[in-house]
């Protein structure tokens, strides 16, 4: 054979070896997500009022701020500086009323203020985690006069909300510690708006005066959607307000990405939805918790791995406790609402659902930060 026809021969066979198979009818073929090293955020950097902090970040809008913890700063190691800062200087300036409902505290910025706001006549009520009463600073506001109330069931007392003067509520995921305030990942936002405050007092009032906790509670706020300076704003308390029903709506609705940084992450149907809106083409980027990834039995993180999506571990030392979802760059899902079962029937929970870009900017921000120091694996 001359060298050209073998020459050409040997190119044929190899084309069509190198060829597509056919299809076998009735078999979808699936192509595997693969994980991106890209920078995940495509919106711009915050914009509006900065608050200085010295461990920490600050935001401020017309209607509200928002604080994020800096872990890796000096003066968290110190302990000073961090965002229960403004949260205790707030608790100083209460004139009427200050109720609180956490899962633990042993901040002794909060202890102070609320010694202090007791002492200037306000009245001052808390509700906690019965698991954590006997810590030292619980027993010492008790001692000093101020009415705390235990669950006392099952589930956890897990809110973190301040209701101060029935005009301004404080909420997210930071327990009133000090590891919470300095050493994990956490947010805390502030919000300033009567009808706001009414759906907190109103769930904190069955707590607190009815003795409900759980699948006790009643869903009756006052106001579930409202609109602050023209922005849309939901509030939702588990077990009765249907937090997982949703949540699961507006991950399917969502059109162009999902960001989140999960503490817990244990609800089937969540994850099944971050595949699906994956596989649909959509940006999905994760953040999780290594100790509970490590800890908890029916997580997602494998199952989100295996599926390829740019899901990693934390980064912190500490703990990565924010329990937040943001959806297509504009909004905001946050609060003490873990993504899990017990989140939904058993414990006593809270949402808040933001729709703007300018609040999703700050979380987008601080999902920046948490991701740019994940586990990449």
């Known amino acids: 054979m001359k060298p050209f026809w073998l020459a050409f021969s040997v190119l044929l066979v190899v084309a069509l ?35 200085a902090l010295q461990a920490g970040y600050g935001y401020r ?12 700063r000096p003066a968290s190691q110190k302990q000073e500086g961090g ?32 010694l ?26 008790a001692e000093k006069g101020i009415p705390l109330l235990g669950d006392r069931r099952e589930g956890l007392m ?39 405050a009414e759906n907190y007092l109103t769930e904190f009032e069955e707590m607190f005066e009815e003795d409900f906790f759980g699948p006790d509670t009643l869903p009756n706020t006052p ?6 300076q023209g922005v849309p704003v939901e509030i939702y308390f588990s077990p009765d307000d249907g937090v997982a029903a949703r949540i699961v709506r507006l991950l399917r609705e969502a059109r162009a990405s999902i960001y989140f940084l999960a ?6 149907d969540f994850g099944d939805l971050l595949r699906q809106k994956a596989q649909e083409g959509l940006r999905v980027f994760g953040v999780m918790e290594e100790e509970q990834v490590k800890s908890n039995r029916g997580g997602e993180f494998e199952t989100l791995q295996q599926a390829g999506l740019n899901v990693f571990l934390d980064g912190n030392p500490g703990q990565m406790h924010h329990k937040v979802i943001i959806i297509d760059e504009k909004i905001v899902i946050t609060g003490s609402y873990n993504f899990s079962a017990s989140a939904e029937r058993k414990n006593d929970e809270n949402v808040m659902i933001f729709f703007d870009e300018q609040i999703a900017r700050q979380y987008l921000a601080e999902f920046e930060r948490v991701f740019a120091r994940a586990q990449r694996r």
């Open 61 to 72: 809008g017309s209607f509200y701020e928002i604080y994020f913890t800096d872990p890796f």
């Open 17 to 51: 070896a190198c060829a597509p198979l056919p299809e076998t009818p009735g078999v979808v073929t699936v192509t595997p997500l693969q994980p991106s090293t890209e920078t995940p955020v495509t919106a711009p950097l915050p914009q509006g009022e900065a608050i």
């Open 263 to 268: 503490y817990s992450l244990t609800a089937d």
């Open 83 to 114: 965002i229960d800062v403004p949260l205790a200087r707030a608790i100083d300036e209460a004139r009427i009323s200050v109720e609180v409902a956490v899962y633990s505290m042993s901040l002794n910025s909060i202890r102070d203020a609320l």
């Open 223 to 228: 106001y579930p959607q409202l609109t602050l």
């Open 116 to 141: 202090n706001a007791h002492r200037r006549g306000v009245q001052v009520r808390i509700v906690m985690e019965s698991d954590n009463l006997d810590r030292p600073v619980p027993r010492l506001l």
């Open 158 to 196: 897990h809110n973190k909300f301040v209701i101060i003067d029935r005009s301004e509520v404080w909420t997210g995921s930071m327990n009133f510690t000090n590891s919470g305030a300095y050493e994990d990942n956490n947010n805390l936002v502030r919000i300033r708006s009567a009808q706001v």
